[in-house]
T-cell receptor
Framework: AQSVTQPDIHITVSEGASLELRCNYS??????LFWYVQSPGQGLQLLLK??????LVQGIKGFEAEFKRSQSSFNLRKPSVHWSDAAEYFC???????????FGSGTRLLVRP | DAGVIQSPRHEVTEMGQEVTLRCKLI?????LFWYRQTMMRGLELLIY????????DSGMPEDRFSAKMPNASFSTLKIQPSEPRDSAVYFC???????????FGDGTRLSIL
């Protein structure tokens, strides 16, 4: 079945440490790929997107993500986490490069002081 | 710039009552999406409008739910009659086009008693 998988429900990192959040999808063609962040009581904010071209994409707040076709993955990274990065992160896929976003179940990031 | 604006932010009402959620799109955007977020099912697309026309309502749970776009900048999602299982956070999102990144409002937290 077509799906978007975020295998980590929770991740805890120390402030200043590096971060990698995993996302895998199971769709045939290369879809459009997105990462969103949701702070408590707020909506989803777009961090970055991949449509085509360079497989390493830069986003806001110092985040980047790498598309790996062979692994059907689009992992989110940040070299040094700040306390304000604590939030829930959602990977999303538009399978046929159109409007319909399929969201992963989210990864909640906790940041230790 | 003003983002997507949703009202009310919170709604508590008794089952059987009519509920109306409101959304103002970002100026210039022509695509409008309503989502529902629950712990059990995550983020689900309810309905998608393009240029004020409903394109995909396959995610609308049942006939109790209806959505309209009376003009290019405003939408409503109505539940009548409401039931406790409708309790969720409802998000509205808009985009410049059907294949462009979606920008989310802060959501309406709905509780049906």
């Amino acid at each position: 079945a077509q799906s978007v998988t975020q295998p980590d429900i929770h991740i805890t990192v120390s402030e200043g440490a590096s971060l990698e959040l995993r996302c895998n999808y199971s769709y045939g063609a290369t879809p459009y790929l997105f990462w969103y962040v949701q702070s408590p009581g707020q909506g989803l904010q777009l961090l970055l997107k991949y449509f085509s071209g360079d497989t390493l994409v830069q986003g806001i707040k110092g985040f980047e993500a790498e598309f790996k076709r062979s692994q059907s993955s689009f992992n989110l990274r940040k070299p040094s986490v700040h306390w304000s990065d604590a939030a829930e992160y959602f990977c999303a896929v538009a399978p046929d490069s159109s409007y319909k976003l399929i969201f992963g179940s989210g990864t909640r990031l906790l940041v230790r002081p | 710039d003003a983002g997507v604006i949703q009202s009310p932010r919170h709604e508590v009402t008794e089952m059987g009552q009519e509920v109306t959620l409101r959304c103002k799109l970002i100026s210039g955007h022509n695509s409008l999406f309503w989502y529902r977020q629950t712990m059990m099912r995550g983020l689900e697309l309810l309905i998608y409008f393009n240029n004020n026309v409903p394109i995909d309502d396959s995610g609308m749970p049942e006939d109790r739910f209806s959505a309209k776009m009376p003009n290019a900048s405003f939408s409503t999602l109505k539940i009548q009659p409401s039931e406790p299982r409708d309790s969720a956070v409802y998000f509205c999102a808009s985009s410049l086009g059907s294949d462009q990144p979606q920008h989310f409002g802060d959501g309406t937290r709905l509780s049906i008693l």
